[in-house]
């Protein structure tokens, strides 16, 4: 059975910093992409930004230049450090991982529970 788990989130004013962390736990065999993914209400859900096993990294547009998505192979985790917030970042961010597992024959994808990120004054 695999989980992923995310932490980090909260109310923070604009201008302000906060840091996502997500763990994936369970029988994970190797873990390839990462990504996080938010959805803000009555929107549909975006990616934000997505890192590969090897580091290479792409972000939004909308996020370009104040997220920085980074990863720690060796502990199953991605991160996400958000610098400069504005009000319109506020959503639910997910985690998103592409992982096989000792159960499964191949590829899975999954979604952590989400966690909810506020940025108002």
């Known amino acids: 059975q695999v989980q992923l788990v995310e932490s980090g989130g909260g109310l923070v004013q604009p201008g302000g910093s906060l840091r996502l962390s997500c763990a994936a736990s369970?029988?994970?065999?190797?873990?390839?992409?990462m990504r996080w993914y938010r959805q803000a209400p009555g929107k549909q859900r975006e990616l934000v930004a997505g890192?590969?096993?090897?580091?290479?990294?792409n972000y939004s547009d909308s996020v370009k230049g104040r997220f920085t998505i980074s990863r720690d192979n060796a502990k199953s985790m991605v991160y996400l450090q958000m610098n400069s917030l504005k009000p319109k970042d506020t959503a639910v961010y997910y985690c998103?991982?592409?992982?096989?597992?000792?159960?499964?024959?191949?590829?899975?994808?999954?979604w952590g529970q989400g966690t909810q990120v506020t940025v108002s004054s």
């Open positions: 998103n991982v592409d992982l096989q597992s000792y159960a499964s024959s191949g590829m899975g994808n999954y």
């Open positions: 890192i590969s096993r090897g580091g290479m990294t």
């Open positions: 369970g029988s994970i065999f190797n873990v390839y992409v």
